[in-house]
């Protein structure tokens, strides 16, 4: 009984929670990001402006889709 219940509470659960989740998970795949372009660069320092460009480039898209995904919660 005690687990239906907590199951209907955590489906319940409204307000910034979902903000704070979606932020964490762009923090999150932008360190991740970072974190493989400072890897390869250590590989093979030669193709440093490919992998700065497609590193920006993925932490911009997950950037972004943090910030619709925050106004489609926050408007709600």
């Known amino acids: 009984m005690m687990l239906a219940e907590a199951v209907t509470q955590a489906l319940n659960l409204h307000g910034n929670i979902g903000v704070g989740l ?5 923090a999150i795949g ?17 193709a440093f402006g490919k992998i700065f460009t497609t590193a920006l480039l993925a932490m911009a898209l997950a ?6 995904t925050f106004f489609l919660l926050a408007n709600k």
């Not at 979606?22 to 762009?26: E, F, R, S, T």
């Not at 932008?30 to 030669?46: E, Q, S, Y």
Request: charged share 5%; glycine share 32%.
């Open 22 to 26: 979606v932020g964490g998970g762009a």
């Open 30 to 46: 932008i360190g991740l990001a970072g974190m493989g372009a400072a890897m390869a660069t250590g590989r093979n320092p030669g």
């Open 63 to 68: 950037e972004g889709l943090a910030m619709l």
